[in-house]
């Protein structure tokens, strides 16, 4: 069955940085756009970063809100998706998801459990 197992959450200072990877299984990862979205209570969900498949050029999309801070990116013999966060805000404290779906979609067909992350002021 298809499993999204993210890692890398944590608590971080202000200004600094973490890594989040998304391994990924019981799908051809390659043909996938692979999402990141966060979300905290009260609140809407947020895409905060997109990568296409392999299928086509690769493309990445990013709000404003984390453009220039956030790095999408995959692997696709590892088949995983990370997401570098760099310049880290206290708003951006959430959980970060993982998903993925075979076209791009803003409701993606699969969905990981989160990981929690907590940026300190």
């Known amino acids: 069955q298809v499993q999204l197992v993210e890692s890398g959450g944590g608590l971080v200072q202000a200004g600094g940085s973490l890594r989040l990877s998304c391994a990924a299984s019981?799908?051809?990862?390659?043909?996938?756009?692979m999402y990141w979205f966060r979300q905290t209570p009260g609140k809407q969900r947020e895409l905060v970063a997109a990568?296409?498949?392999?299928?086509?050029?690769?493309?990445?999309y990013y709000p404003n809100s984390v453009k220039g801070r956030f790095t999408i990116s995959r692997d696709d013999a590892k088949n995983t998706v990370y997401l570098q966060m760099n310049s880290l805000k206290p708003e951006d404290t959430a959980v970060y998801y993982c998903a993925a779906s075979d076209l791009w979609r803003m409701n993606p067909e699969y969905w990981g459990q989160g990981t929690q992350v907590t940026v300190s002021s």
């Open positions: 990568i296409s498949s392999g299928r086509s050029d690769r493309t990445t």
């Open positions: 019981g799908f051809t990862f390659s043909r996938y756009w």
